[in-house]
């Protein structure tokens, strides 16, 4: 900032004291030299040196450049009136040329207004413009303006930028090359990207447009676009890695702003039936079947609280074609480009869905062929025998002889076996189609084994020997292990060999999980084929020798095995040929999954 | 002499059970669909039914439902009598304390054990 002093009231620079003194000196050298020549009478007056004065007055300050006009015109006039008196021309050409200098100074003053109005308007523009402006020279690229948003941009100051020229400030070769290139095109270029390098040599994203003001001058606007381009960037790094992780992806992946989808995978793309780039922007809620929006809604609320947590949901959506696909929405909290947003992993399970839905068919064919099947079976055999019973209970008053009564007999028994198989066979299918539940209940476990082995009369066929604790418990469904300690009974019984013993030991302990029931026998053992074959529900062997061998008809360690499984446990079995065979019932301590079975 | 109901479709099923259960000692009402059963037993409550479960027009379950819900029969013992291997389960779910079941074919032993459970 120029020095400034005070005088008179007024504060002047030092530019303006010598203008001033310029104009002072030219005023009285004008003054004088018109009054030397009046006085001395050479002839020919000059009044034209007062235009230098009022000239250079009326440029710099024009107010006082018109009084200084005034001022010069009344010393000219006043100079040639005490010196031409009376000579009315030289009087009236005086008065002419005073009032000429008047006029002259005003017309300087309208002039040099006009241009330093719209000089100023173009400084303003130029200095206070939002835009960065630089004017360099076409010929060598000299820079030789630059407004402070440039320099700002740059690091530079505005003076250091004014002595560079413009190829320097490009960050590379590559840039400054194609700018040239499109500036040899001749053409004002708008919009042309490029990267500048700042002070410190780091690149900065520019946008300019330029256009030619003269033959030699190119005006340049500049556009700061670095921000925005570095945000650009990251979001097509960020695109580019999501793309790079999914697009190999199985599932359905899109990552959204709510449920616009910024970004979605080819799985996504083919499962929807559209495009990655019609997907992107799209907003997921809209392939949702109109049936299922509303938990989608609410679905999607979940999203927007201030901590959402990893969610699941399952939905239906519509593709392009109009094809209905279902598929699980597993959402995930991200951050993408420092803001929140959702992966979602879509799994179509379409197929599986379907898969289900045909399984369910074929159960339910099957349960529905089980009824007709067991219907068909079962109810013919009731009345026969149900006869055969009634013979068999009071064969005299039906006239029944002691010969016919044993082929009655036998009959009944092979009915009953007959009717036994069918069980079996029924209960298996129940077992393998329906979800059969467990009637659970806290039972003495010596209470079982004592009416198990009263009610299948073991204690007369075998010795046995019991030894549980008499306050164990079980927590399980009696009825059902009831059944499995009597095939196992019956098992023992038919194969001790006599003298028949059967050994029912508890042997669990505080800190297994499972409860151990064995039953031991003393009979033949069992090889290891006959092992792999007694718990199979399709008997692969001849089922006489099997069970000539297990002495069990059918499948009753087969359903025993089911409902052992059912509890969440297990049969083992360890035999040594001729010593015996041990099969050990093994059952949770603790019910798994209470809340899926009721109590009875 | 107290009277058994037996509502079953299947005839000589019916004729076979009319012999047993005079020889148990009841009298038996044979009829041989559900909707004249709900009615006879609407008018003359039994001491017990045997109710077949594949019937029509009315099944069991309907039959059953209809009488412990419609004709407020709560405390008649009804004991199901079917070949049907899923009727146990589904049975379980009813809970219901006056409800037994036989499964066809049942002996004469087994058919005494079971009445006697409800009439002693």
């Known amino acids: ?600 | 002499m107290r009277k058994i109901v037996v509502v079953e479709d299947d005839q000589p099923i019916l004729d076979l059970m009319e012999i047993l259960l005079k020889k148990l000692g009841y009298e038996p009402v044979l009829i041989p669909n559900g909707l004249d059963a709900l009615n006879y037993v609407r008018s003359e409550p039994p001491a017990l039914i045997l109710l077949d479960i594949m019937m029509s027009p009315l099944s069991g379950w309907e039959f059953l439902d209809r009488l412990r819900t419609e004709y407020n029969q709560r405390e008649i013992p009804v004991i199901l009598f079917t070949a049907s291997p899923t009727v146990p389960g589904k049975m379980a779910e009813l809970h219901d304390p006056k409800l037994g079941i036989l499964q066809k074919p049942v002996t004469f032993n087994e058919l005494k054990t079971a009445i006697q459970q409800f009439l002693g």
């Not at chain 1, 001033?20 to 004088?32: C, D, G, K, N, Q």
């Not at chain 1, 007959?418 to 003495?444: H, K, P, W």
């Open chain 1, 1 to 600: 900032m120029e020095r400034q002093i005070a005088l008179w009231g007024h504060r002047f620079t030092h530019t303006d004291i010598v203008r001033f003194t310029v104009i002072a000196s030219l005023t009285l050298s004008s003054i004088l030299i018109t009054a030397i020549t009046l006085a001395q009478n050479i002839g020919a007056l000059y009044p034209q040196l007062f235009y230098f004065p009022i000239l250079y007055a009326t440029y710099f300050y024009p107010r006082r450049g018109i009084i200084l006009a005034g001022i010069c015109g009344i010393v000219y006039e006043c100079l040639v009136y005490f010196s031409l008196f009376p000579d009315t021309f030289a009087l009236w050409s005086a008065t002419g040329q005073a009032v000429l200098f008047v006029c002259v100074a005003l017309a300087v003053v309208y002039f040099t207004n006009l241009i330093r109005v719209s000089e100023a308007r173009y400084r303003s523009i130029f200095e206070n413009s939002l835009l960065g402006v630089i004017l360099f020279e076409k010929n060598n690229f000299t820079i030789r303006l630059a407004n402070q948003q440039v320099a700002g941009m740059l690091g530079y100051t505005v003076e250091e930028l004014s002595g560079m020229t413009f190829a320097e400030i490009f960050f590379s070769h590559d840039f400054q090359r194609r700018f040239f290139e499109h500036l040899g095109s001749g053409e004002d270029i708008r919009n042309f990207e490029t990267c500048f390098a700042t002070k410190t040599k780091e690149h900065h994203w520019v946008n300019l447009s330029w256009s030619r003001i003269d033959d030699t001058i190119v005006s340049c606007s500049v556009i700061d676009v670095n921000t925005e381009k570095l945000v650009r960037q990251e979001a097509v790094d960020s695109s580019t890695q999501y793309r790079q992780v999914t697009e190999n992806s199985p599932t359905g992946m899109v990552i959204t702003d709510h449920t616009k989808i910024l970004f979605a995978n080819p799985a996504f793309s083919i499962f929807s039936g559209y495009t990655p780039d019609e997907c992107t922007g799209r907003d997921l809620a809209d392939s949702v079947l109109d049936e299922d929006r509303e938990r989608f809604a609410a679905f999607a609320g979940r999203w927007d609280t201030a901590a959402p947590v990893q969610d699941r949901a399952e939905f239906r959506f519509i593709t392009k074609s109009g094809e209905i696909r279902r598929a699980v929405l597993y959402f995930t909290p991200i951050t993408r480009n420092n803001r929140p947003a959702g992966l979602i992993n879509i799994i179509d399970n379409t197929e599986w869905e379907e898969y289900r839905e045909r399984v369910e068919q074929t159960k339910e064919r099957r349960r529905e062929m089980m009824r007709a099947v067991a219907h068909e079976l079962r109810t013919p055999l009731q009345p026969v025998l149900g006869y055969l019973n009634l013979l068999l209970q009071d064969p005299k008053s039906f006239g029944v002889t002691d010969e016919t009564r044993q082929i009655l007999e036998r009959c009944a028994k092979s009915v009953d076996q007959e009717r036994q198989i069918i069980n079996q066979m029924l209960e298996l299918s129940v077992l393998e189609v329906e979800e059969t539940g467990l009637d659970y209940s806290v039972f003495s476990v010596r209470g079982m084994v004592n009416a198990a082995i009263a009610n299948g009369g073991y204690a007369i066929k075998a010795e046995i020997a019991i030894d549980i604790p008499p306050d164990l418990v079980f927590e399980a469904d009696r009825q059902k292990l009831s059944y499995v300690l009597d095939v196992l009974l019956t098992n023992g019984v038919t194969y001790s060999k006599t003298p028949k013993k059967i050994w029912i030991t508890y042997r669990g302990s505080p800190t297994l999980p499972f409860h151990r029931l064995a039953i031991q026998d003393n009979g033949v053992g069992i090889t290891e084929t006959q092992l792999d074959e007694i718990f199979k529900t399709e008997k692969t062997g001849s089922t006489d020798s099997l069970r000539q061998v297990i002495g069990v008809p059918g499948r009753s360690l087969a359903i025993a095995k089911k409902y052992v499984q059912l509890h969440g446990g297990y049969i083992s079995v360890d035999s040594i040929m001729n010593i015996g065979s041990t099969f050990t019932i093994h059952i949770p301590k603790k019910r798994p999954d209470k809340g899926d079975h009721h109590d009875a």
